[in-house]
């Protein structure tokens, strides 16, 4: 049994209710922008220095085709090479201004952007720390996986590159329109005949984009989910030869997604031709009617030309705000997600007054504890319970008794409903969590090695611990033996899944982990299990030096490993039905004979 809870919730479900979250979002929503603007604040003067890039960009853009209208009208015309030659060196300085200033506004967001990128993913990797294990139990990996990378990476692409285009495009866009009224307002007029039309092609667009947008989310999300659980449960997959029925269960998510996202892009295939279709027709209407203004003498040739440019640069902004727009409807989406994420309230929280825990001696006392992890769903019911410092106690019982749970709620991994968990007799509810939990050692079931050394994961809960530490942990451990066999000894790079080296050896490893952290108690998720005779022995050896003098609770499944326990407790339909010595319940019968004799 894995020392955490797993609700009875299947990968898809959760998958899907997770996607679920935001789905009434809107266009623009401000909590969202507000929400995510703060991780721009450290880098405000970076911000406003773009900001200012921005309005010379912008000025420039408006200079250069009011330039080609001088040079036209007032060198060009008149046959003044001398002026043209002037006004030629002012226009290229003004195209080399405008590249320069581009070029350092673009270097600066990008570099912004990177910054504000991981500090946003730091952000979410620490509150993702500090939130208890229910909610890890019903969230998938894949799914948390998805916000941290995919849509954080949107929100960023809006809020240092967006939402600064998005004011550069509003801006040219108003000093075009402002431009051209003061130059011919007849002909800016006739251009704008098309604003109708596009006007009610951005809003058929904007309706069905909403859902779109947010549909492509809750897709991503479900891929990287589906991924994730079939990569890590590759070997169960192979070992029932299902590769083609998760393989077909894959296609069906992978369609999903890229469905979702051809429907997206489909949107904006659409629209943004539309776009330039209009902006042709106000260019043919600017040829058009402009040209006959200048053979009626009515306009000079500049400005035809320059209205021709302005013309141009009117529609880029359109098009560029389209572009903004499908960015803003997958940032809000993914917003909506990344913000649900941090302002998840940590169940388990310190009090404002809580005390760091001293050293203990290892007394544990359950004071009527009772827990559920789903409401309705009693998991313990008034468990009363007291242990002896240096006492060791085994919780044995049918699979879902509530052995785990005892052993969860003794560090305070989940929050009693009822009653109280008591150590050396103060309520672990009044302390802080790292300081309680300085005081265990888990060996679980499942042994987890993380990638690095075999020397840094001994030393994982104390990093600072010396070499001539690390080896005599592995030494009581039983592990330096086989460490020193290695090629790199204690230098060995332990691979991902930690699978070059044995289930016996991770054990050992995490055994001599524990060791080295000295804890006054001990949790163990029968620690021998799944390995074989010999290894069990070393394990069992191992274990029994970490248990001298420490306060020891083991959840047990072979009853013959917990023969000289202390005090042994039966656990079933979340109470203690039965304890005593191993010796003393067979002789009692009732269900620690039954469990024996199915041994």
């Keep these: 049994m894995s020392f955490s809870f797993s609700p009875n919730m299947g990968p898809r479900s959760a998958i899907s209710q997770f996607?679920?979250?935001?789905?009434?979002?809107?266009?623009?929503?401000?909590?969202?922008?507000l929400g995510m603007l703060v991780f721009i604040r450290p880098y405000r003067r970076n911000m406003l220095l773009a900001s200012l890039l921005l309005l010379i960009i912008t000025g420039l853009t408006l200079l250069t085709p009011y330039l080609i209208k001088v040079a036209i009208d007032d060198f060009i015309a008149q046959g003044n090479s001398d002026g043209l030659a002037t006004i030629a060196i002012w226009i290229?300085?003004?195209?080399?201004?405008?590249?320069?200033?581009?070029?350092?506004?673009?270097?600066?967001?990008?570099?912004?952007?990177?910054?504000?990128?991981?500090?946003?993913?730091?952000?979410?990797?620490?509150?993702?720390?500090?939130?208890?294990?229910?909610?890890?139990?019903?969230?998938?990996?894949?799914?948390?996986?998805?916000?941290?990378?995919?849509?954080?990476?949107?929100?960023?692409?809006?809020?240092?590159?967006?939402?600064?285009?998005?004011?550069?495009?509003?801006?040219?866009?108003?000093?075009?329109?402002?431009?051209m009224l003061t130059m011919s307002p007849r002909l800016a007029l006739l251009t704008f005949t098309v604003l109708p039309l596009m006007i009610l092609v951005t809003a058929i667009f904007s309706r069905s984009a909403k859902g779109a947008f947010r549909l492509t989310r809750q897709r991503v999300a479900e891929l990287v989910g589906s991924l994730a659980e079939n990569i890590n449960g590759?070997?169960?997959?192979?070992?029932?030869?299902?590769?083609?029925?998760?393989?077909?269960?894959?296609?069906?998510?992978?369609?999903?997604?890229?469905?979702?996202?051809v429907d997206a892009v489909r949107l904006s295939f659409i629209f943004l031709p539309s776009i330039e279709f209009l902006g042709a027709l106000a260019t043919a209407v600017v040829l058009y009617f402009g040209g006959r203004a200048v053979v009626s003498e009515e306009l000079t040739l500049g400005i035809m030309v320059a209205f021709m440019a302005y013309v141009t640069r009117f529609f880029q902004p359109i098009q560029e705000l389209s572009r903004i727009y499908t960015t803003m409807q997958s940032a809000m989406a993914g917003g909506e997600q990344v913000l649900n994420l941090l302002n998840t309230t940590p169940s388990i929280l310190d009090k404002e007054n809580a005390t760091e825990m001293p050293s203990v001696s290892g007394q544990i006392q359950f004071k009527a504890v009772s827990f559920q992890y789903l409401e309705g769903q009693p998991i313990l019911q008034n468990v009363t319970l007291d242990i002896a410092p240096g006492q060791t106690i085994a919780l044995v019982g049918p699979t879902g008794a509530g052995k785990t749970t005892i052993a969860n709620l003794i560090p305070r991994f989940y929050e009693v409903n009822e009653g109280a968990v008591l150590i050396d007799g103060v309520d672990v509810r009044t302390v802080t969590q790292a300081s309680l939990r300085a005081q265990f050692g888990l060996v679980p079931q499942d042994p987890f090695l993380f990638a690095g050394t075999i020397a840094d994961n001994i030393r994982f809960g104390h990093p600072e611990a010396p070499m001539s530490?690390?080896?005599?942990?592995?030494?009581?451990?039983?592990?330096?033996?086989?460490?020193?066999?290695?090629?790199?000894?204690?230098?060995?790079?332990?691979?991902?899944?930690?699978?070059?080296?044995s289930?016996?050896?991770?054990?050992?490893?995490?055994?001599?982990?524990?060791?080295?952290?000295?804890?006054?108690?001990?949790?163990?998720?029968?620690?021998?299990?799944?390995?074989?005779?010999?290894?069990?022995?070393?394990?069992?050896?191992?274990?029994?030096?970490?248990?001298?003098?420490?306060?020891?609770?083991?959840?047990?499944?072979?009853?013959?490993t917990i023969r000289n326990a202390d005090m042994i407790c039966v656990v079933d339909n979340g109470r203690i039905v039965q304890r005593g010595t191993h010796t003393e319940l067979l002789a009692e019968g009732g269900l620690y004979q039954q469990l024996y004799n199915k041994k």
């Excluded at 996607?19 to 922008?33: A, L």
């Excluded at 909610?135 to 939402?163: A, F």
């Excluded at 590759?234 to 029925?245: G, K, L």
């Excluded at 080896?471 to 930690?498: C, M």
């Design 19 to 33: 996607g679920q979250e935001g789905k009434d979002g809107r266009f623009f929503n401000k909590g969202v922008i």
């Design 92 to 179: 290229a300085a003004t195209y080399l201004l405008l590249y320069l200033t581009t070029m350092a506004q673009q270097y600066l967001l990008g570099w912004t952007s990177q910054r504000v990128l991981a500090d946003v993913r730091q952000k979410m990797m620490d509150h993702l720390q500090r939130l208890p294990l229910s909610y890890h139990d019903r969230t998938i990996i894949g799914v948390t996986v998805s916000r941290v990378i995919n849509d954080v990476s949107v929100i960023n692409d809006l809020l240092t590159q967006g939402l600064i285009s998005l004011a550069g495009d509003t801006l040219v866009l108003f000093g075009i329109l402002i431009v």
């Design 469 to 501: 530490a690390v080896v005599e942990a592995a030494k009581l451990a039983n592990a330096h033996d086989f460490i020193s066999r290695l090629p790199d000894g204690y230098d060995t790079q332990i691979l991902e899944g930690a699978v070059n080296v």
């Design 234 to 261: 590759i070997r169960v997959i192979q070992t029932f030869a299902q590769e083609s029925f998760i393989e077909a269960q894959f296609e069906e998510v992978n369609n999903n997604n890229r469905q979702a996202h």
């Design 503 to 560: 289930v016996g050896q991770r054990q050992l490893l995490c055994i001599a982990r524990a060791t080295l952290m000295n804890p006054r108690i001990l949790i163990l998720d029968e620690a021998t299990a799944s390995i074989d005779t010999v290894t069990e022995l070393y394990i069992q050896e191992a274990l029994d030096k970490l248990m001298a003098g420490r306060t020891a609770v083991i959840i047990a499944h072979r009853l013959s």
